[in-house]
C-alpha cells in the first residue's frame, strides 16, 4: 500500500470500462495477480511485480482494496490466493502507514531493511 494508493485507486474506479478490462487483461496475463469484483465494479487487486536485483529474482507484492469495501475480508481473502505457492514475497510500505503494516504482518511479513529517500529540487 503505497502513499498514493487512495488517490490512484480512485482514479482507476472512475475510468472508462474499456480501460478497466485492459486494466484487467493486463494484470492477469502479465503479472500473477487477482481482481476481486463486486458485481462489475473493480472493488481489490493484488499482485505480484517480478523484477532482478543483485542477481536475484525478487517478487513484490501490491494490494489496493477500495476504501468503502476495506475491513471486509477481502484483503484477506486477495492476499491469500496470491502467497499460495510463494516461497518468498516482498512488500513495500511507508513507515507511517501502521495500518497497512499491522496488515502485512498478520500474514508473517517482517522488517528486512529500511529504504532511505532523497530528493532534490531542480530549478
Do not use: P, W
Not at 469484483?37 to 499482485?47: A, H, M, Q, T
Amino acid at each position: 500500500m503505497y502513499e498514493n494508493s487512495s488517490k490512484e485507486l480512485r482514479e482507476v474506479f472512475t475510468l472508462s470500462r474499456n480501460f478497466r478490462n485492459f486494466l484487467i487483461r493486463f494484470i492477469l496475463r502479465r503479472m500473477n495477480g487477482f481482481i476481486c469484483l463486486n458485481e462489475k465494479e473493480i472493488v481489490g487487486v493484488v499482485f505480484l511485480h517480478y523484477s532482478r536485483s543483485q542477481g536475484k529474482n525478487d517478487k513484490t507484492l501490491g494490494i489496493m482494496v477500495k476504501e468503502n469495501h476495506q475491513r471486509r475480508g477481502i484483503g484477506k481473502k486477495l492476499m491469500y490466493a496470491i502467497l499460495k505457492n510463494q516461497n518468498k514475497v516482498m512488500v513495500d510500505v511507508r513507515e507511517y502507514n501502521k495500518k497497512a503494516i499491522k496488515f502485512y504482518k498478520s500474514f508473517g511479513f517482517k522488517e528486512s531493511y529500511r529504504v532511505i529517500k532523497m530528493e532534490r529540487e531542480l530549478k
